[in-house]
């Protein structure tokens, strides 16, 4: 995963593809958030963590994005 070798500008254009393509599919807004946030797109990030929650607020991730977004689910 380029994630995870740390080639975010790769990943980054993947996920965006991802979440435009498959607007309801909550894994490609949790990875664009993850992606977003090590890019310093602090907003960007913000609205993904809020997407994943919106269509997935009880996932097994659901912590996590809500950690990212401070505790704040909205």
Do not use: K, S
């Not at 975010?8 to 977003?36: E, G, K, S, V």
């Not at 797109?41 to 996932?59: F, S």
């Amino acid at each position: 995963m380029l994630h995870d070798r740390h080639e975010y500008q790769a990943a980054l254009i993947l996920y965006r593809d991802a979440a435009m393509l498959a607007p309801d599919f909550a894994d490609a807004h949790f990875n664009l958030a993850l992606t977003c946030e090590q890019l310093g797109l602090v907003e960007e990030a913000q609205r993904h963590w809020r997407r994943y929650l919106d269509l997935d607020p009880t996932g097994e991730w659901a912590a996590i994005a809500r950690e990212h977004l401070g505790g704040a689910t909205r």
